[in-house]
């Protein structure tokens, strides 16, 4: 199947600092890439939708301000947590969507981040 | 967006085939049946998909009922590899150019027993 790779697997940052996590479809394009973040023994909750080259749309109750969505290529996707406290340490995961309908939507490994 | 249930958890012993079921009342008529599981730890893995066919893949086999309220998702052969949590999605549009967004229900964590 398709592979979405992430980076990086995991990170730890200090409490005010910020980190970008990468998402990256390599074997397709990705018109559309989500991100979703995943709390212990939860489920996995959609944070945010982006086209390529177009703003990022956000679900209900996610800052956009903190969680900062780039997609700035077919192959690319980042998110960036700016001014991280340890309530956002938590597991992020990417999926990209190749934009053809009936098609797949592939996951990657996902990102685990600690702050500290 | 339909919603789905699913049992929270279930065990199957080795071997045996493992019936995942999955109730989606409210599907509307062009939105599909998706199947992911994870690992602890781990990203989602893509298992399978449907509209209103029976489908099988090398992974399992979906069978969706004639009035698409629910589905089965159907492991022949369960390893303890299978041990996971299986989530049951249906997709919905959310923009008129077809994209698409999976939102994840809380699933059914299956073990499998040696």
């Known amino acids: 199947g398709a592979v979405v790779s992430q980076h990086p697997s995991w990170v730890i940052c200090k409490s005010g600092t910020s980190v970008k996590i990468e998402c990256r479809s390599l074997?397709?394009?990705?018109?559309?890439m989500f991100w979703y973040r995943q709390f212990p023994k939860q489920s996995l909750m959609l944070m945010a939708t982006?086209?390529?080259?177009?703003?990022?749309?956000?679900e209900q109750g996610v800052e956009k301000d903190k969680f900062l969505i780039n997609h700035a290529s077919l192959t690319l996707s980042t998110l960036t947590v700016t001014s991280a406290h340890p309530e956002d340490s938590s597991f992020y995961i990417c999926?990209?969507?190749?934009?053809?309908?009936?098609?797949?939507?592939?996951f990657g490994e996902g990102s685990w981040l600690t702050v500290v | 967006d339909a919603k789905t249930t699913q049992p929270p958890s279930m065990d199957c012993a080795e071997g045996r085939a493992a019936n995942l079921p999955c109730n989606h009342s409210?599907?509307?008529?062009?939105?599909?049946v998706y199947w992911y599981r994870q690992i602890h730890s781990q990203g989602p893995q893509y298992i399978i998909h449907?509209?209103?066919n029976n489908e099988t893949n090398e992974m399992a086999s979906l069978i969706i009922t004639e009035d698409r309220k629910s589905s089965t998702l159907i492991l022949p052969h369960a390893t303890l590899r299978d041990t996971a949590v299986y989530y049951c999605?249906?997709?919905?549009?959310?923009?008129?150019?077809?994209?698409?967004?999976?939102?994840f229900g809380t699933g059914t964590r299956l073990t499998i027993i040696p």
């Open positions: 999605i249906v997709r919905s549009l959310i923009s008129n150019f077809g994209n698409e967004k999976l939102t």
């Open positions: 449907g509209l209103k």
């Open positions: 999926s990209a969507y190749p934009g053809q309908g009936g098609n797949t939507i592939y």
């Open positions: 074997d397709f394009q990705a018109t559309t």
């Open positions: 409210t599907i509307s008529g062009n939105e599909y």
């Open positions: 982006s086209n390529e080259g177009s703003k990022a749309t956000y």
